[in-house]
């Protein structure tokens, strides 16, 4: 059975009439005749009683025709989105992000996505620092990420998106709570709350490098694999967090946030793999170029 006939079938069903039938098809009255008969034939049953004056379904051709409709239906919406999918505008986008990124960025390219690429369905990985991601990427278990450089990984190209202060997330009670900003030489006898020193976090590095600057080196009381963990034991008083500004996106009770004025700021950058020919990473990176999402001159 092809395609085809179930085409002409439908055709003449829906005309009642094969001369009518042919020319919607294109096609000569004899030929569509012989494929019906053929089609009748395989099936073992009429389709259409027949007279000099009308062409009518039977009771089984009545039936055949509302499953033809629906393969029909099912066959053309097959294509359209295969189609949909060649063109970028349609398919599922993998994303990765780094913790501190769930609460502005996330948002805002959700956002983008759904108004530019409203067939686009986002499956997101929160929580993964580089290191992860760039696994992520080249194994191709992730189409794009959101990660803070540097980029160690081969075949990954990145471009900045932001370039983000440090905050100190404190408890609300801290002796700190009630200044305008705080100097790193501040925190030298705090307890941080850092990620795992073996997690490959750059915002550790960050946030090392800032108090190497005051003369200290910040003592780790607690080590965590996520931010919201780390703003969880902030709130719980058990010591301070140096964190991206973008927390202050999503406000957590019992925790304030400070400037953190001499520290070195981060960066967040969007990657993806390098030769990578899929059409909705195009139609993606289109978007976020026309939406001016990519921060130029930020080395």
């Known amino acids: 059975m092809e395609l085809r006939h179930l085409r002409y079938f439908m055709a003449?069903?829906?005309t009642r009439h094969f001369g009518r039938a042919a020319e919607q098809l294109r096609i000569a009255q004899p030929p569509l005749s012989q494929a019906i008969r053929r089609l009748e034939a395989e099936l073992g049953v009429e389709l259409f009683a027949r007279t000099t004056r009308q062409v009518a379904l039977t009771g089984a051709g009545e039936v055949f025709r509302r499953d033809v409709e629906r393969i029909l239906k099912a066959v053309d919406e097959s294509v359209a989105r295969v189609a949909r999918f060649a063109s970028g505008v349609e398919g599922v986008l993998r994303i990765g992000l780094t913790g501190s990124a769930s609460y502005r960025q996330l948002p805002a390219l959700a956002r983008l996505v759904k108004r530019e690429m409203p067939q686009v369905m986002l499956e997101?990985?929160?929580?993964?620092?580089?290191?992860?991601?760039?696994?992520?990427?080249?194994?191709?278990?992730?189409?794009?990420?959101?990660?803070?450089?540097?980029?160690?990984?081969?075949?990954?190209?990145?471009?900045?998106?932001?370039?983000?202060?440090?905050?100190?997330?404190?408890p609300e009670q801290h002796r700190l709570a009630r200044t305008d900003s705080v100097r790193a030489e501040d925190l030298r006898h705090e307890d941080f709350i850092m990620y795992g020193a073996t997690l490959g976090s750059v915002l550790n590095d960050a946030v090392v490098r800032t108090c190497l600057g005051a003369g200290y080196y910040p003592h780790c009381a607690y080590e965590i694999t996520e931010t919201s963990a780390a703003l969880a034991l902030v709130a719980a008083g058990l010591g301070i967090a140096v964190l991206p500004e973008s927390i202050r996106s999503a406000p957590r009770e019992g925790v304030v946030c400070k400037n953190l004025?001499?520290?070195?700021?981060?960066?967040?950058?969007?990657?993806?793999?390098?030769n990578d020919d899929s059409p909705l990473l195009r139609s993606l990176l289109q978007v976020l170029e026309q939406n001016d999402v990519f921060l130029e001159g930020v080395v």
Do not use: F
């Open 124 to 170: 997101v990985h929160t929580e993964m620092l580089t290191p992860a991601q760039e696994a992520g990427l080249i194994e191709r278990r992730l189409d794009v990420g959101v990660l803070r450089p540097p980029v160690r990984q081969e075949g990954v190209i990145h471009r900045p998106i932001a370039d983000e202060p440090l905050v100190v997330a404190m």
């Open 12 to 14: 003449v069903a829906e």
């Open 261 to 274: 004025v001499d520290a070195q700021s981060v960066r967040l950058d969007l990657a993806w793999r390098e």
